[in-house]
């Protein structure tokens, strides 16, 4: 079982509970916090033993007080660490020379966790979205950027989640300008759905009712005037957006863990994990990578 508490921040999505399923597939022990109104929906479509429900209702400034509300919650269960997903996660994988390949979600989360146990100084880890992995992505994680909705984030810090929109960012900013690390895996990431906004239900409709230009200027700008040394507003992707050069104001690196005996470590640790075929590869190039990997001789 993994080291550290599950948890899922949902919002309206009771009757798709994509994250949700995925863990009990997986066999992921977790729970989902959600609001009075929406507990016995989720609790019939999820099960209670996996429901928690929060202590206020459509507050209007998105998810940080539920995020903040675990946080908490994991802190007085005895925890340094907790997980926290978004409810929009469909499935797992693993990148394996430059194919990504389905992976088994309890065993990438206890990956995580030992790595991230193995330095000091690391405030959030996150799996990276499919979409921003490619065939050509060398680098099994990237130090000191933005984490996104699938993070490890240390509890001892004295930082929260403060902002209505790009909360997200904003935390990773309160954690890198006071030089603890973050780190973004390629390795190990999620496929979520495509866009958020697609999906009915979480924040979209309290955060982006009226006009949606204004908001969405709102939504960068909101990030500059609370980080002006770090963030920008631009036109990129045909919209307003915040952009954050990263990798020119945190260069800090990773300290290690000195209670880890690093010369005891596996060069390579599979963590029990095998390729297998779970159903006809008519791909030529993952046919390829399959027999490389195990030497089975498929046609």
Not at 1 to 23: C, D, H, Q
Request: glycine share 6%.
């Amino acid at each position: 079982m993994n080291k550290y508490p599950v948890y899922i921040i949902s919002k309206g999505r009771w009757e798709t509970p994509l994250t949700a399923n995925l863990f009990k597939r997986e066999g992921i022990d977790f729970k989902i916090a959600v609001e009075p109104q929406e507990y016995n929906n989720y609790c019939e479509t999820i099960g209670a033993e996996y429901v928690i429900e929060l202590p206020f209702s459509n507050l209007g400034v998105g998810s940080y007080p539920a995020r903040n509300y675990i946080w908490e919650q994991s802190i007085n269960n005895g925890y340094k660490k907790h997980w926290c997903f978004d409810d929009n996660i469909q499935m797992f994988r693993r990148l394996i020379k430059g194919k990504r390949i389905p992976c088994n979600g309890q065993i990438a989360l206890q990956i995580l966790e030992d790595f991230t146990d193995r330095y000091l100084n690391i405030g959030i880890t996150a799996f990276n979205y499919v979409m921003f992995v490619t065939d050509t992505t060398s680098k099994p994680f990237y130090l000191n950027v933005h984490a996104y909705s699938a993070m490890l984030i240390r509890n001892d810090m004295p930082f929260r989640w403060r902002l209505k929109y790009n909360e997200d960012v904003d935390l990773c900013l309160q954690v890198l300008s006071n030089k603890y690390c973050t780190l973004l895996f390629n390795a190990f990431m999620v496929h979520k759905t495509s866009t958020t906004v697609k999906m009915k239900g979480g924040n979209q409709t309290e955060l982006y009712k009226g006009n949606a230009h204004e908001k969405k200027v709102l939504k960068a700008r909101s990030l500059e005037e609370i980080w002006p040394q770090y963030a920008e507003t631009k036109i990129r992707f045909n919209r307003p957006h915040h952009y954050v050069n990263w990798k020119k104001h945190f260069n800090h690196g990773l300290v290690r863990n000195p209670k880890i005996n690093w010369d005891n470590l596996k060069k390579i640790d599979e963590y029990g994990m095998e390729l297998k075929r779970k159903k006809e590869i008519k791909s030529k190039n993952l046919k390829e990578l399959f027999n490389n990997i195990t030497g089975n001789g498929i046609r």
